[in-house]
């Protein structure tokens, strides 16, 4: 037993415990000598169990506390304080809101993908630009790197339209027309980071907009929106099963550099949900798919899944922040919903044309 926890000696004035009868009163004599006052010195108190009262008020660990018994003089002896329970775990975001908003997302998605498929090619490209903006305000404010916005966008809805209309051969003209208009665009600036400026923004066209297009190519065939449906299902699926999985058993770190949230386990259970769904999704949406290429097409969708998860955790950590937008409540911003979507779209675009034989 800690010193600290045991009652004063008799003749330090202390109440004795309770049992014990009544303290008698120290003895008239003479002063005590050097050697007494040191056996009469006040007994540190120590804090109650469960940590410090005064640390959790906010005020100073050695602010000066009021005189009187330790508060542990009246336990009785041998009682140690009951161990802290473990705190239970809990989700980094606001569920409520997350649900809500991905509710929400969902009824758009779905009503515009069945009812008016070029009402989803604007949905398409309402969601690239809203990323680029994210991206560009993002590398700005936080490396100084001035990629243009103006360009991007034009050029990143020129491609969404151009691979629904003329497919990939189109998508990919309106890549290399965006890279030009870039160049010159920053032209109109300083020289100075001028390469610097280029390069992020070509980054930024590829990362958004001309992933992006694998979505209209998608929408672009014969039962072009199963096709988007079940790649939008398997990737939700995938994140679901990883973030229920990993949130449940996860101990095992799977990227603690990139994201330190992410564990093996997890991806276990990304793969598990994504194989299972994709059996299900082409066996019963989509004509010509079997079982066992779904399986495939969700094995594939939950790694290619992950790698965007990762690969954006990697931007932002690069970038010191935490969200890339603040747009959708419980979720961040809108990258951060497109992160794993969009590394994803030309893997299920390239295996449902191998399966299925069109496109």
């Keep these: 037993m800690n010193d600290s ?9 202390y109440g004795g415990p309770p049992g014990q009868g009544p303290v008698r009163p120290p003895a008239a004599g003479p ?14 108190i120590v804090p109650p169990a469960g940590g410090d009262q005064d640390d959790r008020d ?3 660990r050695g602010a000066a506390r009021p005189s009187g018994p330790p508060v542990h003089a009246h336990r009785p002896a041998g009682a140690h304080p009951s161990p802290a329970t473990p705190p239970r775990k809990r989700a980094g975001r606001d569920l ?4 809500g908003v991905g509710v929400g997302l969902g009824a758009v998605i779905l009503a515009s993908l069945f009812f008016v498929k070029d009402v989803f090619v604007g949905v398409i490209a309402a969601a690239v630009v809203v990323g680029l903006w994210e991206l560009t ?12 916005l103006v360009p991007l966008a034009l050029g990143g809805v020129a491609m969404v339209v151009a691979g629904y209309l003329r497919g990939p051969e189109g998508a990919w003209v309106a890549m290399a027309l965006t890279a030009l208009a870039v160049l010159a665009w920053r032209m109109t600036d300083a020289p100075e980071n001028y390469l610097r400026d280029v390069t992020a923004a070509l980054f930024a066209a590829f990362y958004v907009p001309f992933l992006a297009t694998f979505v209209a190519l998608m929408l672009a065939a014969d039962d072009g929106a199963w096709w988007v449906l079940v790649f939008l299902l398997l990737t939700v ?29 997890g991806l276990l259970g990304a793969v598990g949900f994504a194989m299972v769904a994709g059996a299900l999704c082409l066996e019963f949406l989509i004509d010509g798919g079997s079982w066992w290429e779904g399986l495939l097409l969700g094995l ?10 990762l690969g954006e955790s990697m931007i932002k950590r690069d970038l010191g922040i935490k969200d890339m937008g603040t747009l959708l409540p419980g979720h961040g911003g809108i990258m951060d919903r497109l992160d794993s979507l969009l590394p994803t779209a030309p893997v299920a675009w390239l295996l449902l044309v191998v399966f299925t034989g069109s496109g």
């Design 300 to 309: 594939a969708v939950a790694g290619s899944a992950t790698l965007g998860d």
């Design 5 to 13: 926890s045991r009652g004063a000696p008799p003749h330090a004035g």
């Design 31 to 44: 002063p005590h000598g050097a050697g007494d006052a040191a056996q009469t010195r006040p007994m540190p």
């Design 137 to 148: 305000s993002r590398l700005r404010e936080q490396k100084g790197i001035r990629a243009p």
């Design 96 to 99: 409520r809101a997350a649900i």
């Design 237 to 265: 699926v995938s994140d679901t099963g990883a973030y229920a999985v990993g949130w449940r058993f996860g101990t095992h770190k799977l990227a603690p550099r990139i994201s330190p949230g992410k564990t093996r386990e």
């Design 58 to 60: 906010g005020h100073d």
